[in-house]
T-cell receptor, first 111, second 116 residues
C-alpha cells in the first residue's frame, strides 16, 4: 500500500462543476502539499498546510490530521483548471525528512 | 524576481555515461531539493541541500549525487547511466524545505533526460 493515496486517478468535469480530489496518507506528517502540474511538466505549489483549511481564489484545501486525510476543492471549475493535481506528505522521522508524493489526479474540465 | 532555472532542459545520453544537471534557485533561497518523475513511479524525492550541506536524502542508489555551492546553486549528478534513469528531473527552491511558514516549494521547469 502506498503511503500517500489519491483519488480519483482521473476526473472529467463540465465547466462550472464543483470538484473534490482526495488524499489519504499513512505516515506522520509535518506538512501536506498540494501541487498542480500542467502538460509540459512545470509544477506550481497550490497549498502547504499542516492543519485546518486554506483558500485561494476558487481553490480550497482542507486537512484532518486525526483522520490523515486532505481534500482539494475547486469551485466553479474552468477548462484552464485542467491539469494533474498531486498531493505530497512531508514526513520527518528522527533527523531525516522525506517528501512522499501521491500518484496524482488528472483533471479534465470540458467547456 | 527570477524563478528557478534548470539547465539543460533536454538531454540525451548513452547508457554508462555520466550526466550533470544544474539548478539555480530563487535569490535568497538556501534550500534546493531534487526530484525524479517517471511515468511508472511518479514523483520521488532524491535529496535536499541547505547551505552547501545535504540534509535529507531519499531512497536512491549512490549513483545519484549532488552538491550545492556557496551561491546556493545546486548540481545533480548521475553516474553510470541506466535506461531506467530516463526521467524528468525537477528541482525546487525554498527558504526552508517544505514545512513551516517559509516552506513553500518553487519548482523549475525540469530537465528531461533520455538514456539510450
Amino acid at each position: 500500500k502506498n503511503e500517500v493515496e489519491q483519488s480519483p486517478q482521473n476526473l472529467t468535469a463540465q465547466e462550472g462543476e464543483f470538484i473534490t480530489i482526495n488524499c489519504s496518507y499513512s505516515v506522520g506528517i509535518s506538512a501536506l502539499h498540494w501541487l498542480q502540474q500542467h502538460p509540459g511538466g512545470g509544477i506550481v505549489s497550490l497549498f502547504m498546510l499542516s492543519s485546518g483549511k486554506k483558500k485561494h481564489g476558487r481553490l480550497i484545501a482542507t486537512i484532518n490530521i486525526q483522520e490523515k486525510h486532505s481534500s482539494l476543492h475547486i469551485t466553479a471549475s474552468h477548462p484552464r483548471d485542467s491539469a494533474v493535481y498531486i498531493c505530497a506528505a512531508m514526513n520527518y522521522g528522527g533527523s531525516q525528512g522525506n517528501l512522499i508524493f501521491g500518484k496524482g489526479t488528472k483533471l479534465s474540465v470540458k467547456p | 524576481k527570477a524563478g528557478v532555472t534548470q539547465t539543460p532542459r533536454y538531454l540525451i545520453k548513452t547508457r554508462g555515461q555520466q550526466v550533470t544537471l544544474s539548478c539555480s534557485p530563487i535569490s535568497g533561497h538556501r534550500s534546493v531539493s531534487w526530484y525524479q518523475q517517471t511515468p511508472g513511479q511518479g514523483l520521488q524525492f532524491l535529496f535536499e541541500y541547505f547551505s552547501e550541506t545535504q540534509r535529507n536524502k531519499g531512497n536512491f542508489p549512490g549513483r545519484f549525487s549532488g552538491r550545492q555551492f556557496s551561491n546556493s546553486r545546486s548540481e545533480m549528478n548521475v553516474s553510470t547511466l541506466e535506461l531506467g534513469d530516463s526521467a524528468l528531473y525537477l528541482c525546487a527552491s525554498s527558504l526552508i524545505w517544505g514545512q513551516g511558514a517559509d516552506g513553500e516549494l518553487f519548482f523549475g521547469e525540469g530537465s528531461r533526460l533520455t538514456a539510450l
